[in-house]
């Protein structure tokens, strides 16, 4: 996690009675400013106390070598870690005692003379050493113990120490902006003394509630959490003030760490993506991230470790099938490295990192900024995630039903957008299917905009016991008792699948159907239970699996579970723009690129990093004669295979467009010219 400072190719500042005067001579170079960025590298090293040859081999001869070879647009380098220990001289906080030469300082020369940007690397809340050197700066729990990691927000520590310091390294060396890391994903339940005295003055209340037992909870995680964005926009609006040209995140903010409409005003959003779980944390990621109507990028790692090891360095081939994750959702991309404690980068890591960038900018052209053509909404609920979620913010365990749905969605080839409620609102009509992963609560607004939706001849697919009940009264069917946890196996084909777990019995009243079934054991030869309905309400069709499917899904990904929830899928969207046959392992967007050019990109998962205890792809296996069929509503005036090119094979016939892939490695983009 990470925070960076962008260069401005200006001149120096001149600071006078608190008063910014500057100079606006740019070099023969500008940097692309973060909106149009793509492709970007990371350098953190979270200095510590017991540092002591930071920067002693930063060498503008390595960062040319990088820069040639890599030609990233933007670097973030290393400024303040979680430790709060800086790496360069600052007269402001705690400079690392191990500072042997100014890296920032090279960075910023070799940089500017490639006309790259260069942004800072800065842990925000997270910073050891300044709430040990100040404790009524620090967080506290309920007890009254305080954190010897942890700012509070409601606190001096923004204004004595991050504003002051970012000022500083900003102006310094002319950044282009900062990539704060240690933000949302970091921040703590905060009863400190000034946390106490603003909710009181908000609620009047003078004890505050400790978990969800209390009946005050969802008001006090309500209040926190507003405190962080307020904390949040306080310092990017400072640093806007001194700075407009300062472009600035706060990593994680307004993902799906924090799934509400953008109110601070950052200039782009960012999130360094699990290090092992890389696919599966960017697939659900960037589908969220691409509908929040700002430019965004997501950094993978280039290096992970097993139990008990160091770091070992990724394959370019595992960090383009990363990357290709990104990319076919419209994103940018950078990837993480370390360099050594004294700021070598080893040439390994500047080649691989080349190979990734040479397979980003083949695709960029018809990647980067791209939109998607809307089949089938998936709904990350806020409503449901902020009353099930226990910290102030982040993901954890809190999206395994919306991870199942999207897994057994985008195995049987659905090109799958994930949105929250106020991004699904103003463009449900778009979507000829929208599911909803076993959310369990939502306002009684969006509800009645999703019950309209289905009347207007929308379909809607329920999958799970919990957003089925909220649907009840338009189901056609009647609840019998309370769900419960019970023994089950669903049938699809001639297998079977366990899925135990919560289950609603129901029973049927008229005009619904029974579209699944579910059974006490692996003797089917009885009459099964209800297990998924489908009633028509209006214009539309409303499916309703009862069950854990999606949940069951996320932890076994049993081929039987996914083909009997695409049964009740094919049942409410049987026509798929696009539509392809290829294994499970190949996954589609369907998009339109930024010249309007309908396009399909085609993901290869296989071999993808899953395991703890596999954590390299060293090879991807090919698929060839990948057959494709896109509805278009004329005869295309070229069809092309970005970025092999070369001729296709394809033909068009009453709408459809058919087409054969010779062969798909990692990922391509099937671009139509109509």
């Known amino acids: 996690m990470t925070i960076r400072c962008a260069l401005l190719i200006l001149t120096p500042f001149l600071l006078l009675n608190g008063s910014r005067i500057m100079t606006d001579t740019p070099t023969a170079k500008t940097p692309l400013p973060r909106k149009e960025a793509f492709f970007g590298m990371h350098f953190d090293l979270h200095p510590q106390k017991t540092d002591t040859t930071l920067g002693a081999e930063t060498s503008a001869e390595n960062i040319a070598h990088l820069l040639?070879?890599?030609?990233?647009?933007?670097?973030?380098?290393?400024?303040?870690?979680?430790?709060?220990?800086?790496?360069?001289?600052?007269?402001?906080?705690?400079?690392?005692?191990?500072?042997?030469?100014?890296?920032?300082?090279?960075?910023?020369?070799?940089?500017?003379e490639h006309g790259v940007g260069l942004y800072i690397h800065y842990s925000g809340v997270w910073d050891s050493v300044a709430v040990q050197q100040n404790p009524d700066w620090a967080k506290q729990d309920i007890s009254g113990t305080k954190s010897q990691d942890k700012a509070s927000t409601f606190g001096d520590y923004v204004d004595r120490l991050l504003i002051p310091q970012l000022k500083e390294v900003c102006a310094k060396y002319e950044l282009d902006g900062a990539w704060v890391d240690g933000e949302c994903w970091a921040v703590e339940w905060d009863y400190s003394p000034a946390a106490m005295a603003a909710w009181q003055k908000e609620t009047g209340e003078t004890t505050a509630p400790k978990d969800r037992s209390d009946a005050r909870w969802a008001t006090w995680k309500a209040f926190q959490r507003k405190q962080f964005e307020r904390y949040l926009a306080h310092w990017v609006d400072s640093l806007h003030a001194f700075n407009p040209k300062l472009q600035l995140t706060s990593n994680w903010m307004y993902t799906t760490f924090a799934p509400k409409p953008i109110e601070a005003k950052l200039d782009f959003l960012s999130g360094d993506y699990s290090p092992s779980g890389s696919v599966d944390t960017a697939r659900i990621e960037a589908r969220y991230i691409t509908s929040a109507g700002m430019p965004w990028d997501l950094m993978a790692w280039g290096f992970n470790w097993g139990q008990d090891q160091g770091h070992s360095l990724k394959s370019a081939v595992h960090l383009q099938q990363e990357a290709a994750v990104v990319l076919m959702q419209g994103g940018g991309f950078q990837i993480y490295y370390q360099p050594t404690r004294s700021g070598y980068l080893a040439p390994e890591i500047i080649e691989t990192a080349g190979q990734v960038a040479d397979f980003c900018r083949a695709r960029q052209a018809v990647s980067h900024k791209s939109r998607s053509v809307p089949q089938v909404a998936l709904l990350l609920s806020s409503e449901t995630f902020w009353d099930r979620m226990d910290s102030p913010f982040g993901n954890w365990g809190v999206y395994d039903e919306l991870k199942g749905a999207l897994d057994m969605l985008s195995a049987q080839h659905y090109s799958v957008d994930i949105l929250a409620e106020h991004q699904l609102l103003p463009r449900l009509q778009e979507y000829p299917l929208v599911i909803l992963p076993d959310c369990y609560k939502l306002s009684d607004s969006f509800r009645d905009a999703l019950l309209n939706y289905v009347k207007s001849g929308g379909s809607l697919l329920l999958l799970g016991e919990k957003c089925a009940r909220l649907f009840e009264p338009v189901l056609n069917v009647t609840l019998e008792g309370a769900p419960q946890n019970m023994p089950a196996e669903i049938k699809s084909g001639n297998t079977l699948a366990n899925v135990n777990g919560v289950w609603q019995t129901v029973r049927l009243k008229e005009n619904a159907q029974a579209v699944g079934f579910r059974y006490g054991s692996r003797d089917t030869r009885q009459e099964g239970t209800i297990a998924a309905t489908l009633?028509?309400?209006?214009?539309?069709?409303?499916?309703?699996?009862?069950?854990?499917?999606?949940?069951?899904?996320?932890?076994?990904?049993?081929?039987?579970?996914?083909?009997?929830?695409?049964?009740?899928?094919?049942?409410?969207?049987?026509?798929?723009?696009?539509?392809?046959?290829?294994?499970a392992s190949v996954e589609i967007a369907l998009r339109r690129t930024?010249?309007?050019?309908?396009?399909?990109?085609?993901?290869?998962?296989s071999n993808v990093q899953r395991a703890d205890r596999f954590l390299h792809s060293e090879e991807i296996t090919p698929l060839s004669n990948l057959k494709v069929r896109l509805q278009t509503s004329k005869r295309p005036k070229a069809v092309r295979w970005v970025p092999e090119g070369g001729a296709l094979k394809w033909q068009w016939s009453k709408g459809w467009l058919s087409v054969t892939l010779p062969s798909l490695k990692v990922h391509g983009v099937l671009v139509v010219e109509e």
């Open 535 to 583: 009633t028509a309400h209006g214009a539309g069709k409303i499916g309703a699996v009862w069950g854990p499917l999606a949940l069951n899904y996320h932890r076994s990904h049993h081929p039987t579970v996914r083909a009997f929830t695409g049964e009740i899928v094919k049942k409410l969207f049987p026509l798929p723009i696009a539509q392809i046959e290829a294994p």
């Open 594 to 605: 930024p010249k309007g050019e309908l396009s399909l990109h085609l993901l290869n998962l």
């Open 68 to 112: 040639r070879r890599v030609k990233p647009d933007y670097v973030q380098y290393d400024c303040k870690g979680h430790a709060g220990y800086t790496g360069y001289p600052t007269q402001v906080g705690t400079p690392s005692p191990g500072i042997v030469k100014d890296s920032l300082q090279i960075w910023r020369e070799v940089t500017r």
